[in-house]
Structure formats: C-alpha cells, structure tokens
C-alpha cells in the first residue's frame, strides 16, 4: 500500500472544476424516402490535476493539465433500412492532455503524457434488418 498526501480542499485527481459537453442535431427529409442528419458537439473540459503524490514535500510536483475543447461532428444519410454516416471527431486535432506525468501509477520514472484522440474522419454503413 503507498501513502499519499492530500492538502484539505484539493480536488481529487483528473477532475476538473469545470467541464460540459453542448450538442447540437437536426433531422430532415431529403426526399419521401430520404431523410438526412447533421450535427454537431463540442466537450470542454477544465484545468486539471494528476495523481496525489507521496508527501507533502512533494505537493509542488503534482502534474497540472491544462484545459481543451473537441469538436465533433457528424451527418448521415437515411433510406429504407440503410444509414450512411460520416463524422469527423477532434475537428480541430487538439491535442488535450488527459493523464501521465512523474507522478502515475504506471511509471515513477519516465515522463510521458495521454492525449486525446488526434483528428479521425470516418465513414459508416449501417443496414436495419
């Protein structure tokens, strides 16, 4: 078991003060047997702290993670039984940290960093039967 130090009022690790997602979508027909489908989201996510470390000595060396936004976006395509969708997450390829440093619970001795998936464009088929 490994002790960590804690100063009161310290938030616990990973969670930042402020985060919230906004998500946006609209569904129209095209034609009689064609609707369509576009929207959008956008993820904040706030400034953040690592893992607690070991003593109070160590309290300056807790990793700070700044804060990001992704945007996310999609459409699709809709007929009789078959949906064609295509999407881009992470629309601007921010490079949010989400976790590592020093102080992890994997590795004491290397410094590496977690960041979110880079910028993904997909396309899906899907078939209702």
């Given at each position: 078991m490994t002790a960590v130090y804690a100063a009161a009022g310290d938030r616990l690790p990973f969670s930042s003060r402020y985060s919230g997602r906004f998500s946006a979508s609209y569904e129209a027909p095209i034609t009689d047997d064609v609707t369509g489908l576009i929207?959008?989201?956008?993820?904040?996510?706030?400034?953040?702290?690592?893992?607690?470390?070991?003593?109070?000595?160590?309290?300056?060396?807790?990793?700070?993670?700044?804060?990001?936004?992704?945007?996310?976006?999609?459409?699709?395509?809709?007929?009789?039984?078959?949906?064609?969708?295509?999407?881009?997450?992470?629309?601007?390829?921010?490079?949010?940290?989400?976790?590592?440093g020093y102080n992890n619970q994997t590795n004491f001795n290397r410094y590496w960093l977690n960041y979110t998936q880079p910028r993904t464009v997909g396309l899906s088929i899907e078939k209702t039967f």
């Open positions: 929207g959008a989201a956008a993820t904040y996510v706030g400034n953040r702290e690592g893992e607690f470390v070991p003593t109070q000595a160590e309290a300056a060396l807790r990793e700070k993670y700044p804060s990001y936004v992704q945007v996310n976006l999609n459409a699709s395509v809709m007929t009789e039984g078959w949906k064609l969708n295509v999407y881009v997450q992470n629309l601007t390829n921010k490079a949010g940290v989400t976790g590592g």
